[in-house]
């Protein structure tokens, strides 16, 4: 079991993944690939015909696969053109108000608790930092390109998989959120701003495992989310609560009258109490001189 921390935090961080959970599809398949004239389902066969055959990372292939596609078009698109692309992102329903609603919920019920919203997704940042909803995340985490000196991207400076969005969780939980910022040191678990079992992370899949696995195995939260027009979407999220990978399954429904929402109340409230456990103990300590 993972040791308590010693001093009471008051910080929570709901963290995400974003193609499959926050939106039906991959953020490429709103974005790129039309730009580009290609049919998502071509693309992502090539992608993965290339990793079968090469044994290279799933990431970097299509990463660079969409530069060459856009080559051989002779299309050029620079950052600004990434950011312009992210208004065609379409959500899953409430996602827009979720944010904010999940914010109302831990003021009305939490006792000076605050909330953090994180993003870890192995999509391109370039395409994240023009979605609608990049203001409610504290910090954002993804794959990107080098662009050279005439601001076109010319190869991956950044990949995140599934195992290395892992190093991220640690980055919230030590409170060294900037990737210059080594997270390799010793750090007390008393000494961490954001504990592990103060987070709870939501994922579409098999992709969330590490992450998912690594949440829970070290105190804290997960929910696996399904697409409920996807009937094997349903069947993977069900293998994760099985195998214990998972607090709760709900389909990707994030309006408030949903299962989703009472469920992630649900884990708040739990981590709201341990909060107040913590700091009730502690007065009671210092009442009587007890360290």
């Known amino acids: 079991m993972p040791k308590s921390t010693s001093k009471t935090t008051d910080t929570i961080a709901l963290i995400y993944d974003f193609d499959g959970t926050l939106t039906p599809k991959a ?42 596609k856009a080559h051989e078009r002779n299309i050029t698109i620079r950052r600004n053109d990434y950011r312009r692309l992210a208004s065609k992102i379409r959500y899953y329903a409430g996602v827009e108000k979720w944010f904010d609603t999940i914010n109302q919920y831990v003021k009305q019920n939490g006792r000076k608790i ?21 203001k409610h995340f504290t910090r954002m985490y993804a794959s990107a390109y080098h662009f050279n000196k005439r601001g076109v991207a010319d190869f991956p400076k950044l990949v995140i998989t599934d195992t290395t969005k892992t190093q991220y969780l640690f980055r919230i939980n030590k409170g060294k959120e900037d990737l210059s910022e080594s997270i390799n040191e010793h750090m007390p678990e008393s000494e961490r701003p954001i504990p592990f079992e103060h987070i709870i992370y939501i994922g579409d899949g098999m992709t969330d495992v590490p992450s998912m696995a690594l949440t829970k195995k070290s105190g804290g939260h997960a929910i696996a989310v399904y ?3 996807e009937k094997h979407q349903l ?17 990707a429904d994030y309006r408030k009258s949903q299962e989703l929402y009472r469920r992630t109340t649900l884990l708040l409230d739990h981590i709201m109490a341990n909060i107040y456990y913590k700091r009730e103990l502690s007065k009671c300590k210092t009442e009587h001189n007890i360290a």
């Not at 398949?29 to 290339?50: C, H, K, M, S």
């Not at 192995?122 to 909803?133: P, T, W």
């Open 227 to 229: 697409n409920k027009n």
């Open 27 to 68: 953020m490429q398949d709103y974005t790129l690939l039309p730009e580009l004239g290609i049919p998502a389902n071509e693309f992502w066969a090539e992608v993965q015909a290339e990793v079968k055959a090469t044994g290279a990372e799933n990431m970097l292939v299509y990463m660079r696969l969409l530069l060459e």
């Open 235 to 251: 069947e993977v999220c069900k293998s994760l609560l099985t195998s214990g990978r998972t607090d709760f399954i709900a389909a």
């Open 114 to 134: 605050k909330v953090k919203h994180y993003l870890i997704s192995a999509g391109m940042a370039e395409i994240l930092d023009g979605v609608s909803i990049r």
